[in-house]
């Protein structure tokens, strides 16, 4: 299954850009790459997920390298309700388990 | 309103005292998985089930026990809790359209459970 890295932690100046990285140098050919993120003690959260092709919906952008070692999750315009810890995980056949880690804390500041 | 509910939101309880945890969805999802969360360790994966009398352990299965008889229902079976097994628990479902991962996983609210 495909482990990720995360840094533990991130700070982003509201209304910037945040960009999130996540390296997942094991992913197989047919893992997704997730992207999940958790306010406090709530529920994580779906915000995106992709494959090989850069996606993008309502909440965010996902940027895929092109060898898929690495993707980068972007929140166009942060907000401090954006606040929050953020996960990547490698999803497939091969990795039923969804392990999340640790994340990276994204901590928006006025 | 399609949603995750889980049952109870907290609980407390006594070392060695049997208890479930119920969790059901509505969205007639075939995968569903439970994580407990604790500080600094992040979300892990206790069992999954790919579906109705499938299911599998994830990364920390011991003292921990599910059932999969229905579709919509995941209970999570604490038979001798321990201290240890005091946590924040996420249970989670979702769609495996065409055999594939590419649905999302919907999340209930959590239960916070603390054995004393």
């Known amino acids: 299954d495909a482990k990720t890295t995360q840094p533990p932690s991130m700070d982003c100046a509201e209304g910037r850009a945040a960009n999130l990285p996540c390296n997942h140098s094991?992913?197989?050919?047919?893992?997704?790459v997730y992207w999940y993120r958790q306010i406090h003690s709530q529920g994580p959260q779906y915000i995106i997920h992709?494959?090989?092709n850069n996606e993008t919906n309502e909440m965010a952008s996902l940027i895929i390298t092109e060898d898929r070692k690495s993707s980068t999750l972007i929140l166009p315009h942060a907000t401090l309700r954006d606040t929050a810890v953020y996960y990547c995980?490698?999803?497939?056949?091969?990795?039923?388990?969804?392990?999340f880690g640790s994340g990276t804390q994204l901590t928006v500041l006025p | 309103e399609a949603q995750v509910t889980q049952n109870p939101r907290y609980l407390i309880t006594v070392t060695g005292k049997k208890l479930t945890v119920t969790c059901s969805q509505n969205?007639?999802?075939?995968?569903m998985s439970w994580y407990r969360q604790d500080p600094g360790l992040g979300l892990r994966q206790i069992y999954y089930?790919?579906?109705?009398?499938?299911?599998d352990k994830g990364d920390v299965p011991e003292g921990y026990k599910v059932s999969r008889k229905e579709k919509r229902n995941f209970p999570l079976i604490l038979e001798s809790p321990s201290p240890n097994q005091t946590s924040l628990y996420f249970c989670?479902?979702?769609?495996?359209?065409?055999?594939?991962?590419?649905?999302?996983?919907?999340f209930g609210n959590g239960t916070r459970l603390t054995v004393t």
């Open positions: 989670a479902s979702s769609s495996l359209p065409t055999g594939s991962f590419n649905s999302p996983l919907h």
């Open positions: 094991t992913i197989s050919g047919n893992e997704y």
């Open positions: 992709g494959l090989k």
């Open positions: 995980i490698g999803v497939g056949w091969s990795a039923r388990q969804l392990t």
């Open positions: 969205m007639n999802h075939e995968y």
């Open positions: 089930s790919m579906n109705v009398e499938v299911t």
